[in-house]
């Protein structure tokens, strides 16, 4: 393909190296003549393993150039990939300044073209960004529409410094984000990588845009753990904290997989509660700051209260409740968090009606009779026998664990209904005969 790539900096530059030595044709465009012109001479401007090679032989070969000129190198190309920085202002916000400037100089070209031409965002922006500031730049400008005359994609980039040759060509996943399913421009950009070997998942523009501050976010959590693990396990007496980090990584059922990883209720249990608080209170005896770790618990609250707000805002006072213990397949209430939003409706006044067919009231024994004496002393008042007793007496529904009993509740329910769906039991809120609301989807 012949693509132009705006914004030579770290991506751009290894961007139109790579996509040069797969055999496309690449027009680099940079404003600042300190990049273009070791490129023109077959050179990397920036410090990275193998791209001198790279660059060296696609300049050689005839395959890549660079250039100043938006006109040149969007009118001769059929893809154009935008990647200028979007920095930090001091408020935090991302600088879209540079982003805004090139939406303007590619759509002054466009406007004259004849050709469809696909347009790709592979700098890092929030959510919604392409959609409600991008493409109406580009459709005001050109005088076109977006889907029509030209295509909008975005697509992240995954590159680590030092080694972003290689994973520019071996990326744990290719995302394209898209105006409409099967656009015409996510054909062209799958078409592009094609050769690469990843999963390729193509879906909408705000997945997409989000999908990389997630996976930023996400690493940088993940260090931060690690060495307050790190941290604690020298002031604890640990010998080695790379020993325990190792074993952990053993681990790739839970702590290295995607469980947990789906957004939902709060945690609760016997143990990670527990845990937790040990934990921290250890940190606090040896001095050792844990902030990330102490977050833990204040942020799982904050789930369980977004619980409640999402009944409050309903405005109606009979709430069936389908599942008490901390999730599905257990009777266990230790820290169940839906006990707490009871809780905190009963004192509120609110008609509960409770359903769990894996808790025996009559039978509870020991830590778990002794959690909900102490957190719920009139729960059993408030049980249910059946399911369709909690669709009568209610007007809200809520689903606390996904028990596969639940599942038939959104086909049961009245049209007046609401279903508050903690678990993420429905896909498809078409398929709910009330009103439906998700806890963060």
Not at 40 to 61: F, N, T, W, Y
Request: with cysteine.
């Amino acid at each position: 393909m012949r693509v132009s790539v705006l914004g030579l900096g770290y991506v751009g530059c290894v961007s139109s190296a790579c996509l040069a030595e797969m055999g496309h044709s690449v027009v680099g465009l940079d404003v600042n003549p300190k990049k273009l012109e070791p490129i023109r001479k077959g050179e990397s401007p920036i410090v990275e393993p193998g791209l001198d090679e790279l660059i060296k032989r696609s300049v050689e070969e005839g395959r890549l150039t660079a250039t100043e000129d938006y006109e040149d190198a969007v009118m001769r190309t059929e893809v154009s990939l935008v990647c200028v920085g979007t920095p930090s202002q001091k408020d935090g916000r991302p600088n879209l300044d540079y982003t805004r400037r090139v939406c303007k100089q590619i759509a002054e070209v466009i406007k004259g073209k004849d050709e469809f031409h696909t347009v790709v965002f592979r700098s890092t922006i929030p959510p919604g960004t392409v959609e409600t500031e991008l493409v109406p730049i580009l459709e005001r400008e050109s005088g076109k529409k977006a889907g029509e005359r030209f295509g909008v994609c975005f697509n992240p980039e995954f590159l680590r410094e030092a080694s972003a040759v290689q994973d520019f060509y071996h990326p744990p996943k290719i995302v394209i984000g898209e105006l409409a399913s099967g656009s015409r421009a996510g054909d062209v950009l799958a078409a592009l990588y094609e050769p690469i070997d990843a999963p390729l998942v193509r879906t909408d523009m705000k997945a997409a845009e989000m999908v990389k501050y997630a996976d930023n976010c996400f690493h940088a959590i993940k260090v931060c753990f690690a060495n307050e693990i790190g941290n604690l396990c020298q002031a604890l007496g640990v010998p080695d904290s790379h020993e325990v980090m190792r074993i952990f990584c053993l681990d790739t059922q839970l702590n290295l997989s995607p469980y947990y990883l789906k957004p939902g209720f709060a945690f609760g249990g016997s143990c990670l509660p527990k845990d937790l608080r040990a934990i921290v209170r250890m940190s606090h005896e040896t001095g050792v700051e844990t902030p990330v770790l102490r977050a833990a618990m204040p942020s799982n609250r904050l789930q369980i209260d977004r619980a409640i707000e999402l009944i409050r805002r309903t405005g109606k006072r009979k709430v069936g409740v389908l599942g008490m213990s901390f999730k599905a397949g257990t009777d266990d209430l230790r820290e169940s968090p839906i006990i707490q939003v009871v809780s905190t409706l009963i004192g509120k006044g609110y008609e509960l009606s409770i359903y769990d067919r894996n808790i025996s009231w009559e039978a509870l024994l020991g830590s778990n009779l002794g959690f909900l004496e102490h957190e719920l002393p009139y729960a059993e008042r408030l049980k249910a026998d059946t399911i369709d007793e909690v669709l009568e007496r209610s007007d809200v529904l809520v689903v606390a664990n996904a028990a596969d009993e639940f599942k038939g509740v959104p086909g049961k329910m009245r049209p007046d209904q609401i279903l508050i769906d903690l678990v993420r039991i429905v896909d498809d809120p078409a398929a709910v005969n009330g009103q439906y609301v998700g806890l963060s989807w």
